[in-house]
């Protein structure tokens, strides 16, 4: 999942930050709300997460929250706050969020629910789409799927183990299933910790997977689209 995630420097919200990475999710960082709300109209993200952990940047994240929901094109919003009460809470529902927790607050519980709020909005977007292209769709991905939970590769019974790397960079390229998917992109969301990336990285990576998808699912196949990506697809090539 594409999460950008917005909240100043503190332990907290490095902790966060963390936990969400080991989660197998790709993280674009914000430091304020004004400058998260900049990064909503440059990308498509699937959630925001949003944390204020001091009660006197209430009022900012309030006033920042519609900017997210507008430019946000349906990611799912999750905020959360430092020690609160009912109406803070409440308020900041009101504003336009999905979801708010306060401290202290499971990491469990706000993740599942965002899985939730993904898992809500995908079946939305499906269902709004035309029924030869849903159908189309759900053809081109087949049985292939992505569990979050074991890093894995899942297609019916079977299932292949994946770093989290590999993990991050099958997600990218089956959000376009049977479309090239630039390189750009691809380090952008499988190596998001990083500002300079060697090309050679995703070349590495791509050959890892190559060799586990030859063994373990060999009518999965990652082509290379010449000075531009990479595709996935399935079937004989």
């Known amino acids: 999942m594409r999460i950008l995630f917005v909240a100043a420097s503190h332990p907290e919200s490095a902790w966060l930050y963390k936990a969400l990475q080991e989660s197998a999710h790709s993280l674009q960082r914000a430091e304020d709300v004004r400058d998260g709300a900049f990064l909503t109209t440059q990308e498509l993200f699937d959630a925001i997460v949003v944390m204020a952990l001091d009660a006197s940047s209430y009022a900012a994240l309030l006033e920042t929250l519609p900017q997210f929901v507008t430019a946000g094109a349906g990611a799912a919003i999750i905020a959360v706050l430092g020690h609160s009460n009912a109406q803070d809470r409440s308020r900041v529902l009101r504003a336009g969020a999905d979801a708010c927790f306060g401290q202290p607050y499971s990491f469990i519980e706000l ?60 997600e990218c390229l089956m959000r376009q299933f049977n479309a090239p998917v630039p390189r750009e992109q691809l380090i952008r969301y499988a190596w998001p910790e990083k500002d300079d990336v060697d090309p050679s990285s995703v070349n590495l990576v791509v050959s890892r997977l190559r060799r586990k998808l030859a063994q373990y699912l060999p009518e999965v196949h990652i082509e290379t689209v010449s000075r531009y990506g990479y595709q996935i697809g399935t079937g004989s090539h």
């Open 111 to 170: 993740h599942e629910r965002l899985q939730a709020l993904r898992r809500t909005a995908a079946s939305r977007a499906a269902h709004d789409l035309p029924p030869a292209a849903a159908a189309a769709l759900g053809e081109a991905s087949g049985a292939l799927s992505l569990d979050p939970l074991t890093h894995e590769l899942v297609e019916g019974e079977r299932r292949l183990v994946v770093t989290r790397r590999e993990y991050l960079l099958l």
